[in-house]
């Protein structure tokens, strides 16, 4: 395990955790190097083998060291909505402090790291299809025709996170009785940041009625 999780903020439904990663897929790969720890920020795609293993793929410049930690242990983090919630929000009588509610999924696994020039161009036809298919016109990389295009591969290597543990933690004020989540969805309605209103939604599908 790799984050704290009450088990009433625990979720573990695979198919919701794959929806989870693939809606918000700008995370955080963390590994340990002789130096310390290093992070960097990647987008990723996840894949299920059929064998009905995941895998997160995504690729990084050469010229970033961390990809040198290859054949360890990595931690991927991939952060949703979040939001402040006052304790004011609850009702008077009811003793609270302030808090903040959220969703995060934390996968881990080995890293493993592709030079392979056919491999590492395979990773970035899949990661611009998927992230272009939401344009009117989706932009596709050339790489048989355009010199340019294969000396850019040259730049970057592919990498894969065989996963071996996907945890997924919703805290959406479950260990609060109705009345208080109401209240708390209401107050989220009114403030103007985005993140609040995500929450909002969140938390009404996670405690309908």
């Not at 302030?98 to 020039?117: C, F, K, Q």
Request: net charge negative; glycine share 4%.
């Amino acid at each position: 395990m790799s984050m704290y999780i009450p088990k009433h903020f625990q979720v573990q439904e695979e198919a919701e955790l794959i929806t989870f990663i693939q809606s918000n897929s700008f995370g955080i790969l963390f590994t340990q190097t002789a130096n310390g720890p290093a992070a960097s920020h990647l987008p990723f795609l996840i894949e299920k083998n059929p064998a009905g293993s995941l895998t997160l793929i995504t690729h990084m410049a050469k010229a970033n060291f961390h990809w040198k930690a290859h054949d360890c242990a990595a931690l991927a983090v991939f952060q949703g909505p979040h939001a402040y919630i006052s304790p004011t929000w609850y009702g008077p009588e009811y003793p609270a402090v302030p808090t903040w509610n959220y969703a995060a999924v934390h996968a881990s696994g080995m890293l493993r790291v592709d030079e392979d020039e056919a491999n590492v161009i395979s990773i970035l036809e899949k990661m611009t299809d998927y992230f272009e298919a939401s344009q009117p016109v989706p932009w596709r990389p050339d790489f048989s025709q355009s010199s340019s295009m294969r000396s850019m591969t040259k730049a970057v290597v592919g990498v894969r996170i065989e996963l071996t543990s996907l945890e997924g933690k919703w805290k959406l004020s479950q260990n609060h009785p109705a009345e208080n989540v109401q209240n708390v969805v209401r107050a989220l309605d009114q403030q103007e940041d985005p993140e609040s209103a995500r929450i909002a939604q969140l938390m009404r599908a996670h405690h309908p009625g």
